[in-house]
């Protein structure tokens, strides 16, 4: 049997659209990871960029389960003395609620210039309107 690599012109980009109203957070990043690292094409291959395209709508009315709402935080170091920065789960989904799922969907896919290119095609808005009509993507529930 031989193991078949597929080219660039088999490799088939889909667009997705995922609401994220009511939706766990991680159980919510677990999923998007997954579809774009392309794990649901039946053609996956670990070192090509076999993923989709994926719009994520209402990213402010995500949850968080038990009392993490609460304690979870945001670490930003600048490299120097001092420079540690903590910001709390609250503010930051006040604040930049399209940073809070980047920040999980971007910490489970590669560390290299293929995740890079992965999470390029993660699209994240606070609310209920997306600029990618014209695309038109399919409606994907977890």
Not at 28 to 54: E, R
Request: hydrophobic share 35%; proline share 5%; with cysteine.
């Amino acid at each position: 049997m031989k193991t078949l690599t597929p080219r660039a012109c088999d490799i088939k980009q889909d667009w997705y659209i995922v609401d994220a109203a009511e939706q766990t957070l991680g159980r919510l990043c677990t999923h998007i990871a997954s579809v774009l690292k392309g794990k649901n094409k039946t053609y996956f291959s670990p070192n090509l960029d076999c993923g989709d395209f994926v719009v994520v709508v209402n990213a402010e009315k995500v949850l968080l389960s038990g009392s993490k709402e609460l304690q979870k935080s945001y670490q930003n170091y600048s490299g120097y003395p001092g420079g540690l920065k903590e910001t709390s789960f609250k503010r930051m989904i006040s604040e930049k609620p399209e940073e809070v799922i980047f920040r999980a969907v971007k910490g489970m896919l590669p560390k290299n210039s293929l995740g890079r290119q992965m999470i390029s095609k993660l699209k994240i808005y606070a609310g209920e309107e997306h600029p990618h009509k014209a695309q038109k993507p399919v409606s994907l529930s977890f």
